[in-house]
């Protein structure tokens, strides 16, 4: 892949990043927060940004959205799926924590 086919896949990512998550942010706002790990302020700016300026934004060759998961404990529990006797309760651990982190952050 060059490097005009990687600024091409960033753009694409941001512009359906920010759609999902203006469509997230207006359905179910708290839920929104929680699944996107974003502040209350990010969420409002990001509900009120219009298709311009959207378009814009996603146009960036810097990638929006960015990697939540920055423990080894979280990622241990995701990705041992299929190797532990109970794989819901892994993944409820792992939200759970993942939940805790949102909370410190905002």
Same mark, same amino acid.
């Given at each position: 892949?060059?490097?005009?086919?990687?600024?091409?896949?960033?753009?694409e990512?941001?512009?359906?990043?920010l759609?999902?998550?203006q469509s997230?942010?207006?359905t179910?706002?708290e839920?929104? !927060?929680?699944?996107l $790990?974003? +502040?209350?302020?990010?969420?409002a /700016?990001?509900?009120?940004l &219009?298709?311009?300026?959207?378009?814009?934004?996603?146009?960036?060759?810097?990638?929006?959205c960015?990697?939540r998961i920055?423990?080894?404990?979280?990622?241990?529990l !995701?990705?041992?799926? $299929?190797? +532990?006797?109970?794989?819901?309760? /892994?993944r409820?651990?792992? &939200?759970i924590l993942m939940?805790?982190r949102h909370?410190?952050a905002?």
């Amino acid at each position: 892949m060059n490097a005009d086919q990687i600024l091409m896949e960033i753009r694409e990512t941001n512009l359906s990043y920010l759609m999902l998550a203006q469509s997230l942010i207006r359905t179910d706002r708290e839920q929104a !927060l929680f699944r996107l $790990g974003i +502040s209350e302020e990010s969420a409002a /700016t990001i509900a009120a940004l &219009s298709p311009a300026q959207i378009m814009k934004i996603a146009s960036s060759n810097t990638l929006l959205c960015r990697m939540r998961i920055d423990d080894d404990m979280v990622w241990n529990l !995701l990705t041992n799926h $299929g190797k +532990s006797n109970n794989d819901s309760v /892994t993944r409820l651990h792992a &939200s759970i924590l993942m939940a805790g982190r949102h909370q410190e952050a905002a």
